[in-house]
């Protein structure tokens, strides 16, 4: 039985980690949450929180589920204190690839992420097809990185994301490096970015009077056919007015040299951002 200190437990990501991990027989989990609310949710689930100290003591995995923000204050707090050979599991690349993780080459640094249920999936069960996060319900394909450690312990850390984001789709080990790129600048910078202003182009849509109804159908079920068309589930092309229409508007909508997201520099400024440490 592995005992893992699962830092945060009570917050968003902590209680997805310890819903999926208490209980099982392969794991003991050590529940470390400082705030009052946090551990009101871990007693409303029937689980106690442990001091910090008695967690590391015994710890053999700790897995940091805390904001990107918090992270190199409480790694600076925990990884000290672990036994060499631990592991450590942080669920975000931000902090990583931010280099806000303490050195220590007697440790392991495991880095995952879950990419959410699909959009095209072949869920059946309504709750399901309606799991859009991702909580246990609807398969979702997870990231993963051995960031430093014996190569061994990839094998452990891989075991315990699954446990984690259960059921799994796929498996995919990339490295920390090419994890930055998918989130934040895919994911966020890019893809999360380029939808806010199609929610936006609703609103204008319905504020210039279309009805909210009618063009929230038209605009959904077109979502659906793009996509289809663009990532290969259907073998059709956009109609020529169609091809015309996105050339013309992005000269409008985007800058010509918006792929800049994606260099090294702009991707170490939006980690900064996001774990609000300054840069070199």
Not at 78 to 107: E, Q, S, W
Not at 248 to 270: G, H
Request: net charge negative; with cysteine.
């Amino acid at each position: 039985m592995i005992t893992i200190a699962l830092f945060g437990a009570g917050g968003k990501m902590g209680t997805r980690a310890s819903t999926r991990l208490h209980g099982d027989s392969e794991y003991r989990v050590l529940h470390v949450e400082p705030s009052a609310a946090g551990q009101t949710r871990l007693r409303e689930r029937g689980i106690a929180a442990v001091p910090q100290s008695e967690a590391l003591a015994d710890a053999e995995v700790a897995i940091l589920a805390v904001p990107d923000l918090l992270i190199g204050k409480i790694a600076a707090e925990v990884v000290p204190c672990l036994k060499p050979g631990a592991m450590v599991i942080t669920l975000d690349p931000a902090a990583p690839f931010g280099g806000v993780l303490p050195r220590r080459d007697d440790i392991t640094y495991f880095v995952t992420h879950p990419a959410h249920p699909p959009v095209y999936n072949d869920e059946t069960d309504p709750e399901a097809r309606r799991d859009f996060f991702g909580s246990g319900k609807a398969k979702q394909a997870i990231v993963c990185a051995l960031m430093q450690g014996p190569e061994a312990d990839y094998a452990r850390g891989e075991s315990i994301a699954i446990k984690m984001f259960g059921p799994i789709l796929r498996s995919h080990r990339i490295t920390v490096d090419q994890m930055v790129l998918l989130e934040p600048a895919l994911a966020e910078t890019v893809a999360a970015t380029c939808l806010t202003v199609v929610r936006e182009a609703l609103d204008e849509t319905i504020r210039r009077g279309v009805p909210e109804a009618a063009a929230r159908d038209f605009l959904m079920g077109h979502i659906n056919i793009d996509l289809a068309i663009l990532f290969n589930e259907l073998d059709w092309q956009f109609s020529a007015g169609c091809q015309k229409a996105i050339a013309d508007a992005k000269k409008a909508i985007f800058q010509p040299d918006w792929k800049k997201v994606f260099e090294p520099e702009a991707v170490r400024e939006s980690v900064a951002q996001i774990t609000g440490v300054k840069k070199d």
